[in-house]
Nanobody, 114 residues
Framework: QVQLVESGGGLVQAGGSLRLSCAASGSIFSRDTMAWYRQAPGNQRELVASITSGGRTKYEDFVKGRFTISRDNAKFTVYLQMNSLKPEDTATYYC????????WGQGTQVTVSS
């Protein structure tokens, strides 16, 4: 069974940085386009960024130039480097396949104070 375990969240001041990690089961992970999503209280879960197995990336406009998604296929891990954080980035962050195919993990909480 696929498991996704997110980590790296925390409390940071506006303008600060965090690096999120997502460890996934290996055999499925290596074939899939993976993505980071986020969900703020009262809002729907939204896509943040995605990365193909070959390393091509796409970003939503609200994080372009601030966030960087990457992956290490050998370690079955996806990363999200978040710089220049804003209070509106406060949310629980999740990773999954680009279409949300796998069971969702617990996520990791990111809180940005103003």
């Amino acid at each position: 069974q696929v498991q996704l375990v997110e980590s790296g969240g925390g409390l940071v001041q506006a303008g600060g940085s965090l690096r999120l990690s997502c460890a996934a089961s290996g055999s499925i992970f290596s074939r899939d386009t993976m993505a980071w999503y986020r969900q703020a209280p009262g809002n729907q879960r939204e896509l943040v960024a995605s990365i193909t197995s070959g390393g091509r990336t796409k970003y939503e406009d609200f994080v372009k130039g601030r966030f960087t998604i990457s992956r290490d296929n050998a370690k079955f891990t996806v990363y999200l480097q978040m710089n220049s954080l804003k209070p509106e980035d406060t949310a629980t962050y999740y990773c999954n396949a680009w279409d949300g195919y796998f069971p969702w993990g617990q996520g990791t909480q990111v809180t940005v104070s103003s």
